[in-house]
């Protein structure tokens, strides 16, 4: 932060913004069959007002009876040179008769200030273990999470697949008729989407193809503090916009681009590369 610029306040509340609303805001919905098992390796740029400030990559791969998905990413440009950050996030679990029943989450973000881990132990869309290492202190703004805020629930990364019903084109404005309860180790908070339009859109590597553009709405239950400027600024709006795209070979679709509006211009997280494969299905052994 240069303190004698004073816009360079707000751009880092702008940056912190952005992060807090790329990184944290994934969708989690029912879980629905998936017709085949596929694979997705993809690379995002994150920018605030057309200016890059981070990148990232997101591994998914669903097999037969299990699933793994990690990501990392990290500040760059002209982010990085003032407020420098990067994590990492993983989940795995189960595929159930056909659905994905995630067993485990692990986070790790790290600043300048401090490295911060997460982890989440799951049992059928019930937190069974959680912890924050170094633990945070107590606030007392902060609104208690309950046991019962912990039942039912979506861990960040599994959230981020959304699942859609039947057996036709999983990309249709119907993808977008969901809602969800997640619980990322500190905050449960409510997401709502609502079918916006359809677009195409090309990576730079790998998809080109069809996307549904959903409008997506934060809504806090607990573990935040109710004065917190970025939770004020994420629960008002009403123009933050997802785009999702199908991993191949199977029902599932995966954020392509998320637009969050910004005092500062639209704050964009974009794939710039999208590969996706489906596997072929594991042929049983005969005696």
């Known amino acids: 932060?240069?303190?004698?610029?004073?816009?360079?306040?707000?751009?880092?509340?702008?940056?912190?913004?952005?992060?807090?609303?790329?990184?944290?805001?994934?969708?989690?919905?029912?879980?629905?069959?998936?017709?085949?098992?596929?694979?997705?390796?993809?690379?995002?740029?994150?920018?605030?007002?057309?200016?890059?400030?981070?990148?990232?990559?997101?591994?998914?791969?669903?097999?037969?009876?299990?699933?793994?998905?990690?990501?990392?990413?990290?500040?760059?440009?002209?982010?990085?040179?003032?407020?420098?950050?990067?994590?990492?996030?993983?989940?795995?679990?189960?595929?159930?008769?056909?659905?994905?029943?995630?067993?485990?989450?692990?986070?790790?973000?790290?600043?300048?200030?401090?490295?911060?881990?997460?982890?989440?132990?799951?049992?059928?869309?019930?937190?069974?273990?959680?912890?924050?290492?170094?633990?945070?202190?107590?606030?007392?703004?902060?609104?208690?999470?309950?046991?019962?805020?912990?039942?039912?629930?979506?861990?960040?990364?599994?959230?981020?697949?959304?699942r859609v019903s039947g057996t036709g084109d999983p990309v249709t404005p119907e993808a977008c008729h969901s809602s969800a309860a997640v619980f990322d180790g500190r905050m449960r908070y409510e997401l709502k989407l609502d079918f916006k339009r359809m677009e195409t859109v090309k990576a730079e590597k790998g998809y080109k193809g069809p996307v549904v553009v959903c409008s997506l709405f934060f809504v806090p239950v607990a573990g935040y503090i109710p004065d917190r400027p970025v939770i004020k600024y994420l629960a008002a709006q009403r123009n933050i916009e997802i785009a999702f795209a199908p991993v191949a070979g199977t029902r599932i679709l995966v954020p392509f681009w998320l637009k969050v509006p910004t005092p500062l211009g639209p704050a964009m997280l974009e794939a710039t590369s999208f590969i996706t494969s489906a596997q072929p299905p594991r042929v049983a052994k005969t005696q």
Request: proline content about 5%.
């Open 1 to 162: 932060m240069l303190r004698s610029t004073p816009h360079w306040p707000r751009l880092h509340s702008a940056g912190r913004l952005a992060f807090a609303a790329l990184c944290g805001l994934v969708v989690a919905w029912s879980a629905e069959p998936v017709a085949a098992q596929g694979k997705l390796e993809a690379q995002y740029e994150a920018s605030l007002a057309g200016i890059p400030v981070g990148k990232g990559a997101w591994n998914i791969d669903i097999g037969d009876d299990v699933f793994a998905a990690a990501a990392s990413g990290g500040t760059s440009g002209l982010l990085k040179s003032i407020a420098n950050g990067s994590g990492t996030g993983a989940s795995q679990g189960r595929v159930v008769n056909g659905a994905l029943v995630a067993t485990g989450y692990q986070a790790s973000t790290t600043t300048s200030k401090k490295t911060e881990e997460i982890r989440i132990t799951l049992d059928k869309g019930n937190v069974k273990d959680f912890g924050i290492v170094p633990e945070p202190p107590v606030d007392a703004d902060r609104i208690v999470v309950t046991d019962a805020h912990r039942r039912g629930v979506w861990d960040p990364m599994t959230a981020s697949l959304l």
